[in-house]
């Protein structure tokens, strides 16, 4: 292609190039344009004149557009010592020269085909040489591969320059960030064009060799992935592989990361049971991402389980937790709620940590948020927790979540709970089909933005032949030498009306003599008996207003007391012991049901 002929010009470059010979020829009007002599030498009579007159005296310069501006330069250089040379101006520069020299691959195209005027050497170098004059879905297949056709034509309608980044070459060696400029340039020969248009529309593409840049984002992005695919697993394998299910609950819960550009955070639940019915649900959220936040997360979900085998109330059980987690981490802070069903009372006794309000779903689609109280987020210390409570009767819902499910960037995090509860209120169905609503109806799909736990909990109704192996028996005893006949013979009445076999008849009537003899002996009044079958096991439990728990302890031969709390140990499938919310305490037995 003849540059000299063609002379490429970008947009803009007229009216700059036009600017700047206005403003030299002001210049040279003023006398501005000449340059006095440097200090201690002599100026060239001749250049004085020739800049006076207006005129370059040096011949090469003097050539006009037929010599090479820059050789011109070059050569005046060394005849005017003491005089400062002035740059050349990139009007003079050779277009093909500045092209043929960028270490980018450069092509130019022009006319409706994008037929190819010029290629530079790192293209020719890169793809190859190509033919002038061919189009460039024939002569520049490598664009077409790399998408870039219908790049040309929009460049091409709308006179606007686009960039395409990170595009891939055929064979996969080779990444380019390519930037498509619209140009003009008169025709060859307007005389045999019939066009009446006096300049050809072009493409320049350049296209910058980012492979190494495309490399190392692709390595920094793999090393992401591992990361979170090791955060993911990590906090998996730390929530509870199957929820334990209790007799009197009926429960499901769900755990999603965030999506692929968030980083995995600290979300957990866990259901631990207590024994003699009773239930602890925990749901809570470790603030902060990764890995980190993970393994905290784990330490506590693991604390609160050991926490919860003591049976404390909730408060107490958050009271503890919030020392471990400032020795965990002082950095690290999370919510958390700590709640205990207990059958016997149909209540739901909790403490909540800076977290969330429990959601209850009453049976007629009623939706109650759980109170105050809600103290700080455990790890920041200083802070006594209460307990509350709210009622859980049987066909209702509860709902424990983390913030993930409600919170959304812009909106008020109560616009997400008030959203939560229109959604429970309409939700039916088992626990694991409430979850599952309660996540879409929420918007959480795989993209989501944070991490979401959600745990439903539902207290069944039950009615004809299931409600049959539901029942509960109490005797109140005012203490003497008559309440463990009393307590015998009520335990022996009850357990026949409950069609049990004589084995376990004998076994728990056995049990409950051995508790009222150890609450008589080392209680208090007021005592009470209470007897509680479901369909998997047999509770016997009584209470008194003395709030010393009796251990297990091994009893001499000589020894005539000390031996029931062994009796009931060795004979029940399990027992324990814990104090009552009104002072005093519990011991409880249970027997698991043979299978039928």
Known sequence: MNFTRWSARFPGTQRRAAARTEHAAAQAKRGEGSVPAARGGRADPAAERSAADGRPDDPAVRSGAGADPVAGASAAAPARTGVLAAAPSLDELSVREVLGRLPALVALVHGPEHRVAYVNDAYTAGFGARTPGAPAHEALPELGALGLLPLLDQVQRSGRPRTAKNRTAPGGTSSYTVTCTPVEFPKADTAQDP??????????????????????????????????????????????????????????????????EAAVGGDWYDVITLGAGRTALVIGDVMGRGVRAAAVMGQLRTAVRAYARLDLPPHEVLQLLDGLAAEIDASQIATCVYAVHDPNEGLLAYASAGHLPILVRDEDGTVRRAADPTGPPLGTGGWLHTSGTIALGPGSTAVL???????????????????????????QGTPAVICDRLMRALGVDADHDDDVAVMVVQQPARTGADAELFHNAALELLGGIEAAPRARAFAQGVLASWRFPVELCDLGVLAASELVANSLQHGTPPMRLRLRRTDRRLTIEVTDGDDHLPRRRRAEPADETGRGISIVATIASSWGSRRTPGGGKAVWCEFTLPDK
Request: charged share 30%.
């Open 195 to 260: 066009d009446p248009h006096p300049h050809h529309t072009g493409v320049l593409i350049h296209l910058a060799d980012v492979t190494d840049h495309a490399e190392a984002a692709e390595r920094l992005r793999a090393s992401e992935r591992r990361q979170r695919e090791a955060a993911v697993t990590l906090q998996r394998s730390l929530l509870p592989q199957e929820l334990e299910q209790p007799d009197d609950l009926r429960i499901a819960a769900t755990y999603q990361p965030g999506g692929t």
């Open 401 to 427: 979540y983390t913030d993930g499910l409600v919170e959304r960037r812009g909106e008020d995090i109560d616009e997400g709970v008030a959203a939560l509860d229109r959604a429970l209120s309409g939700a």
